[in-house]
């Protein structure tokens, strides 16, 4: 089996996840190099994940470093510049979320995609592979619930990491764009159907430095789908028990819940403060086995030359929906798609 050379571009709180996953945990990979601009987080991707070239630019590492594929984990900002050169330099790419900062950069992200057929495009939307959401997936096609008409999705970074939540702000796309486009993703997925309008609101009442940034530390918003169905979402950043991901899909004969309690295990703790369940801590904890399937699937798309099912459209279209919640937010109206 030829070995696939891969590149990493960004060793942050995620890309080290990838990098480890890519280094030790999917056969017939090799990551070749790994690209950063901070270089401790090279010292690492060379001393312990065994990149053989590390770089702290981009181009750098694309024009001289042997590579089948690419990795993007980088800032959100970067995402639609460094998936363009990459495909321009004819590797595959995977990138994060989001696709893009806003739909401009989609479109032409959509362009390059387009523009190199041959070349496997994959975006992070990795809860598509979590062994939970996967059977959700499944139990509604196969009609468990009846017809799915109704959304409620909960997505809050834990309090003990706000001040990396507070440092990521200015880049990260604002709060809509950057917590909420897994949950409208897999709206879109449950639902079967496309948002044509939201409300949003949102609110500050612990840290003033998200809306000095800019930004709003807690969202909520209402979208109604083309079909009828409805969808609900609350982000923020300030859980004060853990990394609480829920979603509830409800059907017209029944419903199902992911992680109501977003509990570390199945273990019970009795002590002095009663019967307690830890919470998961954060995202590389909750969703570990979703991002290894998901790069297990990047790479056998690579072999196969397969394209995945998730698109750089899925992409623009979560992008939009983000955007447009966002600007629900700013003007204070729904907004119409
Ligand atoms: N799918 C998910 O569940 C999930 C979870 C977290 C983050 N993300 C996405 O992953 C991306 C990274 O997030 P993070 O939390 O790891 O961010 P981070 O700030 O911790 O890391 C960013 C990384 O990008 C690198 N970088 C920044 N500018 C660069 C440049 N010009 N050239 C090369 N490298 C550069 C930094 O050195 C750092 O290694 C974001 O787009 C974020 O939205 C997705």
Redesign the pocket.
């Known amino acids: 089996m030829k070995e696939i050379r891969v590149g990493i571009?960004?060793?942050?709180?995620?890309?080290?996840v990838h990098a480890e996953n890519l280094a030790f945990h999917i056969p017939g990979v090799r990551l070749t190099a790994a690209?950063?601009?901070?270089s401790e987080?090279l010292s690492f991707a060379r001393d312990r994940l065994g990149a053989e070239s590390v770089?702290?630019?981009?181009d750098e590492m694309l024009s001289k470093a042997e590579l089948d594929a690419v990795v993007i984990?980088?800032?959100?900002p970067?995402?639609c510049e460094?998936l363009k050169k990459a495909l321009e330099c004819g590797k595959h790419v995977f990138t994060?979320?989001?696709l893009g900062v806003n739909v401009e950069e989609c479109k032409e992200a959509e362009k390059a995609v387009e523009a190199h057929p041959d070349r496997i495009f994959f975006l992070?939307?990795?809860?598509r592979f979590d062994p939970s959401y996967l059977y959700a997936k499944k139990k509604i096609s196969e009609g468990a619930i009846g017809r799915p008409y109704l959304v409620k999705a909960t997505g809050i970074d834990p309090e003990s990491a706000v001040e990396?939540a507070i440092?990521?702000a200015p880049?990260?796309?604002g709060l809509y764009i950057?917590m909420a486009?897994?949950d409208i993703d897999l709206m879109r997925w449950f639902l079967g159907s496309e948002a044509r309008e939201v409300y949003a609101l949102g609110a500050n009442f612990k840290h003033p430095e998200f809306p000095e940034a800019g930004d709003v530390e807690t969202g909520c918003a209402l979208y109604q789908f083309r079909n009828g169905a409805i969808g609900m979402l609350h982000v923020g950043r300030t859980a004060a028990h853990g990394y609480h991901i829920e979603t509830e899909i409800v059907g017209t004969e029944g419903s199902i819940r992911i992680s109501p309690m977003p509990a570390k295990n199945l273990a019970l703790l009795y002590d002095k403060r009663g019967v307690v369940t830890e919470c998961v801590e954060g995202?590389p904890e909750r969703?570990r086995e979703a991002?290894r399937n998901e790069m297990q699937e990047f790479i056998r798309c690579v072999r196969s030359g397969e394209q995945p099912e998730v698109s750089v459209y899925d992409g623009t279209r979560a992008t939009e929906l983000s955007f447009a919640t966002t600007k629900s937010f700013r003007e204070k109206r729904p907004v119409t798609l």
């Open positions: 571009a960004g060793l942050g709180r995620l890309g080290k690209c950063s601009i901070v987080e770089f702290s630019d981009y984990v980088t800032s959100s970067l995402h460094e994060e979320k989001p992070g939307f990795m809860r990396g440092r990521f880049t990260s796309g950057d486009s897994h995202f969703f991002y």
